[in-house]
């Protein structure tokens, strides 16, 4: 099971997870907790400028996802419904019905119910920091956490990672490669510290997957730099994925390349 925030965040960091563990006969779940209504509208148009509906937004996007969750193999897509919070200091943050503001007890009961009627062995969502702050991915962590914790199911919970060295290595390789965005220098800080990476998964008969269900989110322009990247890069970015073990109820190594680790006959 996969608890991720908005339609489009299962692909970067789970997409090969879930496609590969599909493809091996494991039953995957996808928990998507908003509707995304903050994301592009038709255009690129940004929430606050004419033209954005969020309605409109949201059930465009919400179909996005099904394309892209069928490109991976997904079995079971559930949608917990709650509003897009926006980026952190948006005034969506503000909305009574954002979910960063939604009660963490009454949301968790909600992926609670999900676990026990999915009975997931494994979990995985975001680090505390949601990655990078936005609040829907802490949010979404401080739900997987406290429904992991109260129903005992997942025998196993995992952050996403972006390990640093790995992240700096591609800074360099896309500096060489005269990459704009890559101009600037990484910040020492950013990424995952390496020492705190569990797991790396090796997903990349999968990449082709991942790049399709990428595309599936055409409206939103998260990813687009991403499908821009040259072809000789895109195994680097989407083959490994990488994350940190949080809990673990069995025996299992302390460096894996298989969230079933410990868990298969």
Request: glycine residues 10%.
């Amino acid at each position: 099971m996969a608890v991720h925030a908005h339609p489009d965040d299962e692909v970067i960091s789970t997409g090969g997870i879930l496609a590969r563990y599909a493809h091996e006969g494991i039953r995957t779940v996808l928990v998507t907790c908003t509707n995304g209504e903050q994301g592009d509208g038709p255009g690129g148009v940004k929430p606050g400028e004419e033209g954005h509906d969020p309605r409109a937004v949201a059930e465009h996007r919400l179909g996005e996802l099904r394309e892209s969750a069928a490109h991976l193999g997904i079995a079971h897509v559930e949608l917990l419904g709650y509003r897009d919070s926006g980026m952190d200091g948006w005034p969506a943050n503000d909305h009574p019905d954002a979910f960063s503001n939604a009660p963490v007890e009454d949301a968790a009961a909600k992926l609670g119910k999900l676990m026990e009627h999915y009975r997931p062995q494994v979990v995985v969502t975001y680090d505390e920091n949601g990655g990078y702050g936005h609040p829907d991915h802490i949010q979404a962590h401080r739900i997987a956490v406290a429904a992991t914790e109260r129903t005992g199911i997942p025998d196993k919970l995992y952050y996403g990672a972006m390990p640093r060295a790995r992240m700096r290595e591609m800074f360099e390789h896309m500096r060489a490669l005269g990459a704009d965005w890559a101009d600037a220098e990484m910040p020492d800080d950013f990424g995952t510290p390496d020492e705190l990476v569990t797991t790396v998964v090796d997903v990349s008969p999968y990449v082709e997957n991942k790049i399709k269900a990428l595309r599936a989110h055409a409206s939103q322009s998260d990813g687009a730099f991403l499908l821009r990247l040259p072809e000789d890069v895109q195994p680097r970015v989407f083959s490994p994925e990488c994350f940190t073990r949080h809990f673990c109820r069995i025996d299992a190594p302390d460096q894996e390349d298989d969230l079933f680790a410990g868990l298969r006959a």
